[in-house]
């Protein structure tokens, strides 16, 4: 079982930045799919970005290309998302997931991740 932690957000101004953690209380080798999703109230569940942690290989919904990066410290054990250009359509709350092997299916089918954080808050004003 894997237990994942997720924090930094918090509120900004549109335009603003913001950078996600999702810390692993274990190791997570190079053989798991890690990914960001995001749900705001009333809405599903939105796949925002994932990667493979084998390789260089990440995939993002269209409306955070170019303005979110996704990545990893393996060391720490810790995956990242890099939020700038921040609007407020991107108001949610953000999880982080995680399954053991290559990414599979499609991003927006959340039912593919087997271990989820508890979820940060991000806020976006404008």
């Known amino acids: 079982q894997v237990h994942l932690v997720e924090s930094g957000g918090g509120s900004v101004q549109a335009g603003g930045s913001l950078k996600l953690s999702c810390a692993a209380s274990e190791y997570i080798d190079a053989n798991y799919c890690m990914g960001w999703y995001r749900q705001a109230p009333g809405k599903e569940r939105e796949g925002v970005a994932r990667l493979f942690t084998g390789g260089a290989w990440t995939e993002y919904v269209d409306s955070v290309k170019g303005r979110f990066t996704i990545s990893q410290d393996n060391d720490k054990n810790i995956l990242y998302l890099q939020m700038n250009s921040l609007k407020p359509e991107d108001t949610a709350m953000y999880y982080c997931?995680?399954?053991?092997?290559?990414?599979?299916?499609?991003?927006?089918?959340?039912?593919?991740?087997?271990?989820w954080g508890q979820g940060t808050q991000v806020t976006v004003s404008s």
């Open positions: 997931a995680a399954r053991p092997g290559i990414c599979i299916g499609t991003l927006g089918n959340s039912q593919n991740f087997d271990y």
